[in-house]
């Protein structure tokens, strides 16, 4: 069984739906340890990205498994998915992080695909190298995809892995 962190930033007054819950159950030969961390509250003159931000540099300290993945509460992975995201690391040793697509956007392999954070398995040593940061017009997925490149690492989606993400009512 492979150790992998699961953190799970939660904004305020939401919570982690059931079916997400349930499908961790069935991720595959993954020994899982679940991190849930309370967002903060935006501050004064703060922007949404901003406060994501703080979140997800704060959750990334937490655990020490050699793989770390971010989930959000509304993803629900599919069978085996986190399995297949550790095993697609270890065989593509240029990936520093690779992600599940939940919006049907995902395209062929590229240089330059914009990975959202929601559902993506990190190598916890290059996690550690990444400060979540935001820029004007810019959110803090696409900058982290490109202190990524920066570093001559890759990440993308793993190709004809989909999750579902679950609508707020």
């Not at 240089?111 to 929601?118: L, N």
Request: with cysteine.
């Amino acid at each position: 069984m492979i150790p992998v962190d699961v953190l799970t930033v939660l904004g305020p007054g939401r919570t982690i739906r059931e079916p997400v819950l349930s499908a961790l159950k069935n991720q595959g030969d993954v020994a899982l340890e679940h991190y849930v961390i309370k967002g903060p509250l935006r501050l004064p003159r703060e922007g949404r990205f901003d406060a994501i931000v703080r979140a997800r540099n704060r959750a990334k300290q937490l655990g020490t498994a050699h793989y770390a993945m971010f989930l959000d509460d509304d993803i629900v992975l599919p069978p085996r998915g986190i399995e297949k995201l550790v095993l697609a690391l270890i065989f593509n040793p240029r990936y520093a992080a690779i992600g599940i697509d939940y919006q049907g956007l995902a395209q062929p392999s590229s240089w330059a695909v914009h990975v959202a954070m929601r559902a993506v398995l990190f190598i916890r040593p290059i996690l550690e190298r990444i400060h979540f940061r935001t820029e004007p017009g810019t959110c803090e997925c696409l900058c982290c995809c490109e202190d990524i490149r920066r570093m001559g690492y890759c990440i993308d989606y793993l190709p004809g892995l989909r999750a579902e993400h679950l609508k707020w009512l």
